[in-house]
């Protein structure tokens, strides 16, 4: 049977529900690996018509957002992490090369955070990803690409520090 935005996000509920720490985000990024292979829901929930980012579900109880994104070209992110939340990053399409850094200075008011690349890795089809809090990363996309992520709360609700890259 294939997946619905309703079967996903009651999925999703029912996981973080049940246990909200990292063992229940990774059971969630492995329902997130399964999702970009049903065909019908990439076409109804990542079409041409998507923008760079689209809420496609807010959980009312526990605040977890699933979002679609697609780009139609290539783009570069700097480093970051999503504060006090977790994220999951789920490849629906194309192909996006992640890094991981670690932290050199963390930010403060007025006062970007320094960050120093660890490693890359290239995110394929079918492919996902759990950044728990703190983790700092930076997608890389050099061409289209569509994909699901998960937000542990909507990031446009928090305020966020940048960080630079450093060597």
């Known amino acids: 049977m294939g997946y619905t935005l309703e079967r996903f996000s009651a999925?999703?509920?029912?996981?973080?529900?049940?246990?909200?720490?990292?063992?229940?985000?990774?059971?969630v990024c492995a329902v997130v690996r399964e999702v970009p292979k049903d065909e019908e829901f990439v076409r109804t929930h990542l079409g041409d018509d998507v923008p760079e980012r689209k809420?496609?579900?807010?959980?009312?109880?526990?605040?977890?957002?699933?979002?679609?994104?697609?780009?139609?070209?290539?783009?570069?992110?700097?480093?970051h992490d999503h504060g006090p939340y977790w994220a999951i990053y789920g490849q629906a399409r194309g192909e996006?090369?992640?890094?991981?850094?670690?932290?050199?200075?963390?930010?403060?008011?007025g006062q970007p955070g320094k960050a120093r690349p660890i490693k890359d890795y290239t995110l394929t089809p079918g492919m996902a990803y759990l950044y728990n809090e703190g983790d700092l990363h930076s997608p890389r996309r050099d061409g289209p690409t569509r994909l699901i992520r998960i937000e542990g709360k909507n990031m446009e609700k928090v305020k966020r520090y940048p960080y630079e890259r450093v060597a």
């Not at 999925?11 to 059971?27: F, N, V, Y």
């Not at 526990?62 to 700097?78: K, P, T, Y």
């Open 55 to 79: 809420i496609l579900f807010e959980d009312p109880e526990l605040g977890f957002c699933i979002l679609g994104h697609v780009h139609h070209d290539a783009r570069n992110s700097n480093p």
């Open 11 to 27: 999925e999703c509920h029912d996981i973080l529900a049940a246990d909200p720490g990292p063992k229940g985000r990774e059971r």
């Open 96 to 109: 996006t090369v992640m890094t991981d850094y670690a932290a050199v200075a963390r930010p403060g008011e």
